[in-house]
């Protein structure tokens, strides 16, 4: 079955030009210099970083996006394209800072499936874990897992799929709050960290797929929205960081201002944390089910 079944392992690289790019695609500002400056001296990776490396593989060169993902051939699975796929919920899960630079050492995206799910006529749902890992020890440096949504490419008689675990937003005033304003420029910045999906610089995948055209990376709001919380709820301090987890609810438009609010509520095992919602300018919700946890507050951030 195809539940289990493992891709073949893929060499992932990068350089700290590579690390800069990501920080500014994101909307990191100057005063978090740590993300921005090769030279400071607590130059790090910001955390979401790893989740564009699955796309990036090895490249310092534009890709046809399509031919890299053409379907794969999984035994015992339905013949999905899975070209089409658009995010549906998505938790990072942090073992190890990234080094800056990939230089010096080799590490490999490991992936397998956990499940495909039949959700009738809207599509399919597509769930599986990655893993970056330093090929030579087997360290593992971040563990995510992945929900694609497969639109319109359902009904094959396939399960249902489990419900996922639900994190509402506590009835109180909120502790925090981010905006970020997109641009039509955002799309076209974002796509160069190695994500070229059509989808998300012309408008005619988004029209075939009934998304209205050009929409804006589903991983550009996660980590944007990653971002404010790491500057708001841990004074910019990444490294506090150990999971990260959202739905994706509603597409992003360019243009489209994003507001995240979040409530801390307290510690469970041992890590404070978080939970958060990101809405629009009309209100709807972009991202839901938003969860991160993290390192106890030790002292003053020195950054």
């Not at 700290?16 to 920080?23: H, T």
């Not at 359902?154 to 009835?171: D, F, I």
Request: hydrophobic share 35%; charged share 20%; net charge neutral.
């Amino acid at each position: 079955m195809f539940s289990g079944y493992e891709f073949p392992s893929q060499e992932v690289s990068w350089l700290r030009r590579d690390v800069l790019l990501f920080a500014n695609s994101i909307g990191v500002p100057a005063a978090d210099l740590h993300f921005l400056f090769e030279l400071h001296p607590r130059f790090m990776v910001f955390p979401t970083y790893t989740l564009i490396l699955p796309f990036k593989l090895t490249d310092q060169e534009v890709v046809e996006f399509y031919d890299r993902n053409a379907t794969n051939t999984i035994p015992g699975a339905p013949n999905l394209d899975l070209r089409y796929a658009v995010d549906g919920q998505r938790e990072l899960t942090i073992h190890k800072p990234l080094p800056t630079a990939s230089t010096g050492s080799k590490f490999e995206l490991r992936n397998k499936v956990i499940g495909i799910y039949d959700k009738g006529s809207a599509g399919s749902a597509f769930d599986t874990e990655q893993t970056i890992v330093d090929s030579v020890t087997g360290e593992v440096y971040t563990t995510t897992r992945s929900v694609s949504f497969v639109p319109k490419q359902g009904n094959w008689g396939g399960p249902r799929g489990p419900k996922m675990p639900l994190y509402p937003a506590p009835n109180r005033t909120p502790d925090a709050r981010y905006e970020v304003q997109t641009t039509d420029n955002t799309v076209f910045l974002y796509r160069l960290n190695g994500d070229y999906n059509p989808l998300h610089a012309v408008p005619g995948p988004g029209l075939k797929m009934g998304l209205g055209g050009v929409i804006i990376h589903g991983l550009f709001t996660y980590s944007s929205t990653c971002y404010g919380v790491v500057s708001k709820m841990c004074g910019g301090d990444a490294s506090r960081l150990k999971s990260f987890g959202a739905r994706f609810a509603s597409p992003v438009k360019p243009g489209d201002t994003l507001t995240t609010t979040m409530w801390s509520m307290g510690m469970t095992g041992g890590l404070e944390e978080v939970r958060f919602i990101t809405k629009n300018q009309e209100s709807r919700i972009v991202l839901s089910n938003g969860r991160a946890l993290l390192l106890p507050r030790i002292g003053l951030s020195n950054l």
